[in-house]
């Protein structure tokens, strides 16, 4: 049973940085790739970036370049996710979700249960 | 960048009826396209990839079909848990990044 759990919600100031976690379970860190997604109040899902846990090798949205960076540490098998520079427009529920696939084209069979990151004053 | 286009935006269908919505990619991405299923509250289910394949204890009444740039989810009996908004999303182009803005099942 392919389960990804991640960390609790928070609430950071404006021009801070937040850090989400995923774990996985199974064989999803040797086989898989693991991405993040948000979305934000009352909208879709916007991709962010993805990892390839067994490589370490991370690429991200352009939209997202230079402010996200994703992690994994497989000794743990938990990827993380840390945004810098956070407005209120970052506001959203945050997803980690495995990708099926190859590590450049994969759809997302797994997903974990979101974490809502908030920012405000 | 392949942009996907869901239609409708909203749906609304009484229990029992069929609902059947459409994804239109901007460029051919043969049968690499998935739904997802989000219900109120929750994380996206998969629902169908390969464009037609259920995915694993998906109900029958999901079905999928389509290739190339045009694509069909169809709901053959609509259930009141069927209330969700529905994605669809390409990955035969990099990035994989491409969701259609969904279409929202409302149960009539």
């Known amino acids: 049973q392919v389960q990804l759990v991640q960390s609790g919600a928070q609430v950071k100031k404006p021009g801070s940085s937040v850090k989400v976690s995923c774990k996985a379970s199974g064989d999803t860190f040797n086989s898989y790739t693991i991405s993040w997604v948000r979305q934000a109040p009352g909208q879709g899902l916007e991709w962010m970036g993805r990892?390839?846990?067994?490589?370490?090798?991370?690429t991200y949205a352009q939209e997202f370049q230079g402010r996200v960076t994703i992690t994994a540490d497989k000794s743990t098998s938990t990827a993380y996710m840390e945004l810098s520079s956070l407005g209120s427009e970052d506001t959203a529920v945050y997803y980690c979700?495995?990708?099926?696939?190859?590590?450049?084209?994969?759809?997302?069979?797994?997903w974990g249960q979101g974490t809502l990151v908030t920012v405000s004053t | 960048e392949i942009v996907m286009t869901q239609s409708p935006a909203t749906l609304s269908v009484s229990p029992g009826e069929r609902a059947t919505f459409s994804c239109r990619a901007s460029?051919?991405?043969?049968?690499?396209l998935a739904w997802y299923q989000q219900k109120p509250g929750q994380a996206p289910r998969l629902l169908i990839y390969?464009?037609?394949t259920r995915a694993t204890g998906i109900p029958a009444r999901f079905s999928g079909s389509g290739s190339g740039t045009e694509f069909t989810l169809t709901i053959s009996s609509l259930q009141s848990e069927d209330l969700a908004v529905y994605y669809c999303?390409?990955?035969?182009?990099?990035?994989?990044?491409?969701f259609g803005q969904g279409t929202k099942v409302e149960i009539k």
């Open positions: 390969g464009a037609s």
């Open positions: 460029q051919s991405v043969r049968s690499n």
């Open positions: 999303q390409q990955y035969n182009n990099w990035p994989p990044k491409t």
């Open positions: 979700a495995r990708g099926f696939g190859n590590w450049n084209l994969f759809y997302f069979d797994y």
């Open positions: 990892i390839i846990p067994v490589l370490g090798i991370a």
